[in-house]
C-alpha cells in the first residue's frame, strides 16, 4: 500500500509553499499532488511555478501528480486548466469533469480526483476509458459503498486498469460554492476579499453555540471540522485500496505520514483517536463521529 500527501488546500505564502515541499521530497509520501484546486485569485505562485516545482520533485525520485481546480467559473480558469493539461510530462488529477474531457482528447493518463461525483462502476467504466489511472474515492463513500463497487468493477473486467485511493488523514473538503465564505466571515465582497484567506493558513474553524467546531471555512470550500483519520481502520482495507492520501494542513503532516507508514509496514500500535478526530463515513456513519 502507497502513500500520498495531497495538495495544499489553503492558501499559504510562497515562501511556505516552497519550505513545505523542500520536507516533502525526503517524506514518506510516495506520491505527491500539487497545485492550486480552491481559488484561482491564490497567486503565491502562478500556473508554470507550479508546473517547475512539480517536475523538480519529479527528477528528485517522487511521482509528482498536477492537481487542477474543483470548480470552474471563468474563462481564465480553463486556461489555466489547458496549462496544466498540456504540460507535456506530468499526469494530471482531474477536479473538474471539464479536466477529464481536455486529458482524454489530449490522450493524457489522469486521476479522478475527490471533488468528482463519481459513484459507481458505471462511471468509472467511462472514465478508464478516457484514460484515468488511479480513482480517489469521495469522502464521504463508506468501506461497505466500495466493496460494492470493487465487485461491480470485477464484473466489468475494469478493476485491474486503475488503482484505488482514499482520503485517510485531514479535515475532509465536503462541498465547494461560488460564494467564498472566508470573505463573507470578514464582511468583504467575494470580488473585493483582498486574499484574506491567507491570514488563516489552516482555515478559518466555525463552531455551533455550543461551541463545537463543525466545518473549517477555506475560501469557496467547506471542510470537517473534525480531523479525519483511518489509522486504525488500515486492515479493513487489505486487498480493496492502494494508496492511501494524507491531507496537508502543517508541516504535521509529515509526521503523519511517517505514523502511516509505520501501520503499512505493521509497526504501529492502535490508539483511541481523540475527541478532534473522527472516522464516520469509513462506517456508514455519521461522517463527523467515531467509531471507537
Not at 496549462?83 to 493518463?109: F, M, R, T, Y
Not at 467547506?222 to 483511518?230: E, M
Given at each position: 500500500?502507497?502513500?500520498?500527501?495531497?495538495?495544499?488546500?489553503?492558501?499559504?505564502?510562497?515562501?511556505?509553499?516552497?519550505?513545505?515541499?523542500?520536507?516533502?521530497?525526503?517524506?514518506?509520501?510516495d506520491?505527491?499532488?500539487?497545485?492550486?484546486?480552491?481559488?484561482?485569485?491564490?497567486?503565491?505562485?502562478?500556473?508554470?511555478?507550479?508546473?517547475?516545482?512539480?517536475?523538480?520533485?519529479?527528477?528528485?525520485?517522487?511521482?509528482?501528480?498536477?492537481?487542477?481546480m474543483?470548480?470552474?467559473?471563468?474563462?481564465?480558469?480553463i486556461?489555466?486548466?489547458?496549462?496544466?493539461?498540456?504540460?507535456?510530462?506530468?499526469?494530471?488529477?482531474?477536479?473538474?469533469?471539464?479536466?477529464?474531457?481536455?486529458?482524454?482528447?489530449?490522450?493524457?493518463?489522469?486521476?479522478?480526483?475527490p471533488?468528482?461525483?463519481?459513484?459507481?462502476?458505471?462511471?468509472?467504466?467511462?472514465?478508464?476509458?478516457?484514460?484515468?489511472?488511479?480513482?480517489?474515492?469521495?469522502?464521504?463513500?463508506?468501506?461497505?459503498?466500495?466493496?460494492?463497487?470493487?465487485?461491480?468493477?470485477?464484473?466489468?473486467?475494469?478493476?485491474?486498469?486503475?488503482?484505488?485511493?482514499?482520503?485517510?488523514?485531514?479535515?475532509?473538503?465536503?462541498a465547494y460554492?461560488?460564494?467564498?465564505?472566508t470573505?463573507?466571515?470578514?464582511?468583504?465582497?467575494?470580488?473585493?476579499?483582498?486574499?484574506?484567506?491567507?491570514?488563516?493558513?489552516?482555515?478559518?474553524?466555525t463552531?455551533?453555540?455550543?461551541?463545537?467546531?463543525?466545518?473549517i471555512?477555506?475560501?469557496?470550500?467547506?471542510?470537517?471540522?473534525?480531523?479525519?483519520?483511518?489509522?486504525?481502520?488500515?486492515?479493513?482495507m487489505?486487498?480493496?485500496?492502494?494508496?492511501?492520501?494524507?491531507?496537508?494542513?502543517?508541516?504535521?503532516?509529515?509526521?503523519?505520514?511517517?505514523?502511516?507508514?509505520?501501520?503499512?509496514?505493521?509497526?504501529h500500535?492502535?490508539e483511541?483517536?481523540?475527541?478532534?478526530?473522527?472516522?464516520?463515513?469509513?462506517?456508514?456513519?455519521?461522517?463527523?463521529?467515531?467509531?471507537r
Open positions: 500500500m502507497k502513500l500520498s500527501l495531497g495538495p495544499v488546500l489553503y492558501y499559504w505564502p510562497k515562501q511556505s509553499i516552497n519550505d513545505f515541499y523542500d520536507q516533502a521530497v525526503t517524506s514518506d509520501a506520491i505527491i499532488y500539487l497545485g492550486e484546486t480552491v481559488c484561482s485569485k491564490r497567486r503565491e505562485l502562478k500556473t508554470r511555478d507550479w508546473i517547475e516545482l512539480a517536475k523538480s520533485l519529479s527528477q528528485q525520485g517522487k511521482e509528482v501528480v498536477l492537481s487542477s474543483a470548480l470552474l467559473e471563468a474563462p481564465s480558469e486556461k489555466i486548466l489547458q496549462q496544466l493539461c498540456n504540460n507535456g510530462e506530468l499526469s494530471v488529477e482531474a477536479n473538474d469533469v471539464g479536466a477529464i474531457q481536455l486529458l482524454h482528447e489530449q490522450k493524457v493518463p489522469f486521476t479522478c480526483g471533488a468528482i461525483n463519481c459513484y459507481n462502476a458505471s462511471v468509472l467504466k467511462l472514465f478508464v476509458n478516457k484514460g484515468m489511472q488511479r480513482w480517489v474515492m469521495p469522502v464521504e463513500l463508506s468501506r461497505d459503498w466500495l466493496v460494492k463497487v470493487v465487485e461491480d468493477c470485477l464484473t466489468l473486467g475494469i478493476r485491474e486498469q486503475f488503482e484505488i485511493e482514499v482520503f485517510a488523514h485531514g479535515f475532509m473538503p465536503l460554492s461560488a460564494r467564498c465564505f470573505a463573507r466571515s470578514e464582511n468583504k465582497a467575494k470580488d473585493d476579499c483582498e486574499l484574506c484567506c491567507i491570514k488563516y493558513p489552516q482555515g478559518r474553524p463552531t455551533t453555540q455550543e461551541d463545537q467546531q463543525v466545518f471555512l477555506n475560501g469557496i470550500q467547506t471542510q470537517s471540522g473534525s480531523c479525519y483519520n483511518l489509522i486504525n481502520d488500515m486492515s479493513s487489505q486487498g480493496l485500496v492502494d494508496i492511501l492520501r494524507i491531507s496537508p494542513s502543517s508541516t504535521q503532516a509529515f509526521e503523519v505520514l511517517k505514523q502511516f507508514r509505520d501501520a503499512v509496514t505493521g509497526h500500535i492502535k483511541a483517536l481523540s475527541h478532534q478526530e473522527c472516522n464516520g463515513f469509513w462506517h456508514k456513519i455519521a461522517g463527523l463521529d467515531t467509531l
